[in-house]
């Protein structure tokens, strides 16, 4: 049988692009097997999918001073060395990496035991963990057309971001029913990040009773950021992360409010979803959710608002807008050539791993 070890983690960004190919991998006679850290939130999202994980060693590697940066290498060559073990172990034809700190030990480690990586970058310039990685893979798959010049010649291959499947198949009733809310007003769903964002989340319950005029809401708020004292409110329902009742809640979800991660973002338009989008600012990231988003307004997908303007009064005035202009915003997305990368990308993995026998 062949095998295949999927890699990536950090934040769920980089997991559930590799979740959305696991479906289409069994069907086409792969085995599955995953490397990612002891306890990043990739263990948890793969070994509920049952699919056998392996934790190595992690450390953050960075651009910036920090104590951590002495003690961190230690850690990515403890990884390395246990990444080696496993691909010795599993004896794979093919590793596909997603991205994140952990990939880099695991790409390395293929690159000794002469197995070929896949990499995917989802966001137009590639992080600093696939820019290690990219001297040492055989392909770079890009989400954006505009990542293709940031990669060496004849490797980019743009093939778009996987999709979870299941999120075609959500249910407007289902949601309904999941929330208990009802076709009397629109459903403005806010999702900020697969980490949630304080700043969305304070903008947002500081509106909330002039939103709810308007809109029935559903918050995904992230880790530990339920507020208890909003729970009463009629028509307002918080959660910390969503996991197979998304595809549910986005059915019935007429706008939606969103930081720009790439695959967020590139299921919002897969959906059709009108939207705002709110990156994360460069003050605090590389500046990659800021290019997504201007990327997606050039292209009359969203309506942006950055943080730094971020209020009342500027949030009221986009969800008016973005909701008033809905169909404008669907008929643009309607004619996009970014696609689902699931049945790209599987034809790239069999593409090398056959030319590698
Ligand atoms: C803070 C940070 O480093 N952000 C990066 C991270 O974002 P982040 O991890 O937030 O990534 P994305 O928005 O790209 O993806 C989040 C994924 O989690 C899913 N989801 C989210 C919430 C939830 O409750 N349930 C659920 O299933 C979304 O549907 C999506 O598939 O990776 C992205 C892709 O490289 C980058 O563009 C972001 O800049």
Not at 181 to 196: R, T
Request: glycine share 8%; charged share 20%; aromatic share 8%.
């Amino acid at each position: 049988m062949k095998k295949i070890v999927l890699t990536g983690g950090g934040t769920a960004g980089h997991v559930t692009p590799n979740i959305a190919l696991i479906p289409r991998l069994q069907k086409e006679g792969w085995a599955v097997f995953y490397i990612g850290s002891y306890n990043g939130i990739e263990k948890k999202l793969i070994e509920e999918i049952n699919i056998p994980y392996y934790g190595i060693s992690s450390g953050k590697l960075r651009r910036y001073f920090d104590i951590k940066n002495f003690t961190d290498p230690f850690k990515v060559t403890k990884g390395y060395f246990e990444a080696v073990k496993i691909i010795k172990h599993i004896n794979p034809s093919m590793v596909f990496s997603k991205g994140g700190f952990v990939t880099v030990p695991v790409i390395l480690a293929a690159k000794r035991k002469k197995v070929p990586t896949i990499i995917h970058e989802s966001d137009i310039t590639p992080g600093l963990a696939n820019k290690i990685g990219i001297p040492f893979a055989s392909k770079i798959c890009a989400t954006f057309p505009q990542t293709l010049s940031h990669v060496p010649q004849g490797k980019g291959v743009l093939t778009g971001s996987p999709i979870r499947e299941e999120l075609f198949s959500g249910i407007k009733s289902k949601g309904f029913k999941i929330t208990g809310f009802n076709n009397n007003l629109p459903v403005l769903l806010i999702i900020g990040g697969s980490l949630g964002s304080i700043k969305i989340n304070e903008v947002v319950r500081k509106t909330i009773p002039t939103i709810l005029k308007s809109f029935q809401v559903i918050h995904i708020c992230g880790k530990g950021h339920i507020d208890p004292s909003y729970t009463h409110l009629d028509g307002y329902i918080q959660y910390e992360y969503v996991k197979e009742e998304l595809s549910d809640l986005l059915a019935c979800a007429d706008i939606v409010v969103s930081r720009a991660g790439s695959n967020t973002i590139s299921e919002l338009l897969a959906l059709k979803k009108p939207n705002i989008l709110i990156p994360l600012p460069s003050t605090v990231s590389r500046g990659d959710q800021i290019l997504n988003a201007n990327s997606f307004k050039d292209q009359g997908f969203s309506f942006v608002l950055e943080e730094e303007q971020l209020n009342k009064t500027s949030l009221l005035q986009g969800l008016n807008e973005v909701y008033y202009k809905r169909v404008s915003y669907i008929d643009n997305m309607k004619n996009t050539k970014l696609n689902n990368g699931v049945d790209n990308i599987i034809k790239l993995i069999n593409e090398i791993s056959s030319a590698n026998k």
